[in-house]
Structure formats: C-alpha cells, structure tokens
C-alpha cells in the first residue's frame, strides 16, 4: 500500500479485520473514541467507532511513533 496516494474509504480493505482495538477507556457506548490497527508491518491505520465502514487513516509506524512521542512528551498540550 503507498500511503502517499491512497483511497481512505477502501483503506480499511488492507488490514485484518480482526486487528481492530480500542482502550479499555472507551467506556460502554463506545461512541467518542478510535481504532487501530497494527497487522501490517511498517503500518497503522486509524478510524473512528462510530463509523467502522468510513475513512481510514494511515500511518507508517514511524510517522505513529513520532506522534505518540510527541503525546508523551506533552508536545500537544493547549495554552
């Protein structure tokens, strides 16, 4: 897949479909949170609960990592 010129809405075709999870956090009606999915080597892709058929979005694992390197060091605090 190259995810510089992908179609989001068929996205979600490329990974397992049982490789979806969300946080324990998302609490029973599940409706404001996300998915990933991690069972492409090199790839994650994201997509919202509430819309399981809709738009997906990817990611190499380095453009993730540095995201979530970015939420651990408190890179995306508001004012």
Known sequence: MD???YDPM???DAFDTTGWQRSALCG?????CV???FSRPGLVALRDTKLADGPVLVFTTAEWD???GGLDRGGFRRG
């Not at 029973?28 to 404001?32: A, S």
């Open 3 to 5: 995810i510089r010129s």
């Open 10 to 12: 068929a996205a979600g």
């Open 66 to 68: 540095s995201f979530t």
């Open 35 to 37: 998915e990933l999915n």
């Open 28 to 32: 029973p009606d599940q409706g404001d």
